[in-house]
């Protein structure tokens, strides 16, 4: 199978401490929670934004630990995320310890030095490619856990003893396709399984900005306003509007989006969820290098 990984520039951005709250309360995200049964997984949606993340003390960093203690214990983890592109073929890893993959250059090396040695979860992985019908999914022990994954699991649970494994992005298949897989990889949370989609809803690496640290408001309008359009959208479950996303905010969404890779995750936990009974709650916001969204959304609980 063909990787794309690590052919887009990532961020450089080396990010001081900052302070930025969530939007609503962690109690509230509970409350907020439908009446699905007790045992059933919540799903993620994680703007991930920098790689450097996983290793500053700032507002997002300090709200993923914080979030963890709101979170269930899980039976295992899976993982969609934005660096995981894999054209022709959807995949996911069945290594029983996935390697920690540095897949970026030019930071610091403690950032190289980091590891996150969860195991996987073979077994679990395999219910996965049984759910799954829109596409036959293809077990590998290629690729691993890469730093959409890890850098964020590193802060919600920090002691890395939950399985964890990857499903891969088909890069050739357009938004709908996603969305429905998602919905299929939805039995898997009365299994036990917490389903995270790790991207940004608003990603464009050539139209960043040197801007330290994370603000509440982007720095150029065009991301705002997308950023703004998935917030409302999200607010009345107009799952149709999102994944039609190049129809939100007019003009606004070519630019923000201006490849789906990091979009497409956010569409998975989208699908994972119940669109009828479960609130979307918005758990953070706010933008890094002023244009990259943060947006964390939690379905369920």
Known sequence: ?????GRRRLLKTTLPVAALGALSTLAEVVGAASNVPAQRMPVLFIGHGSPMNAIQDNGFSRFLRGWH???PT???ILVVSAHWLTP???AVGVQAHPKTLHDFGGFPQPLFDLDYPAPGAPEVAREAVAVVRRTQ???TQAWGLDHGSWTVLHHLYPAADIPVFQLSIDYDRPAAFHHAVGRELAALRDRGVLIIGSGNVVHNLRATDRIDGLSPTASRPW???FDDAVKRALAVRDDIGLVNYGRLAGDAAATAVQTPDHYFPFLYALGASDSLREQAVSVFEGFQAGTLSMRCVQFGG
């Open 1 to 5: 199978m063909t990787l794309k990984a």
């Open 69 to 71: 203690a709101h979170l």
């Open 74 to 76: 899980p039976r295992a």
């Open 88 to 90: 022709g073929v959807t």
């Open 137 to 139: 999914v293809q077990p």
């Open 223 to 225: 991301a705002q306003a």
